[in-house]
């Protein structure tokens, strides 16, 4: 999660979506363990040095028995990764940085598919 100028965000709310208290850290990354077996919706909204927000989310799978799984062809965010950043000489970039925008929010959680009581862990950079 990065601000408009790629600076990394300030501050992270974590939700966890299982009725756990709410967490706040000034990392962007945190574990958390789910008690019950469930679909639970992560959501984490960032803060940049100027205030403004964002939020991302991803969906948490806990049950007795993990999936196959065969790499990255079952992961839908193997298409993202390597994209190219804008360059600045675009004219859109220059378009876009003649306002102020708000950050952009990442979310991952690893791994994707737990068993009660094991530790997920969520990265938002």
């Known amino acids: 999660s ?12 974590w939700d966890f979506g299982d009725g756990s208290p709410q967490q706040t850290t000034k990392q962007p990354t945190t ?4 008690q019950q ?10 803060t940049d040095r100027n205030g403004l927000m964002d939020k991302a989310s991803v969906t948490q799978l ?6 196959a799984y065969n790499g990255a062809s079952q992961d839908p965010l193997a298409a993202f990764r390597n994209v190219s950043p ?16 708000p950050p952009v ?13 094991q530790v997920v862990d969520l990265d938002a950079s």
Do not use: N, W
């Open 105 to 117: 929010a990442h979310l991952e959680g690893t791994p994707k598919v737990t068993t009660p009581k």
């Open 86 to 101: 804008v360059k600045k000489t675009d004219p859109a970039y220059a378009q876009l940085i003649d306002s102020i925008s």
């Open 31 to 34: 574990r958390h363990p789910y």
């Open 37 to 46: 077996i469930g679909t639970y919706p992560v959501t984490v909204t960032v």
């Open 62 to 67: 806990v049950t007795v028995t993990k999936p």
């Open 2 to 13: 990065k601000d408009m100028y790629g600076k990394p965000c300030v501050s992270f709310l």
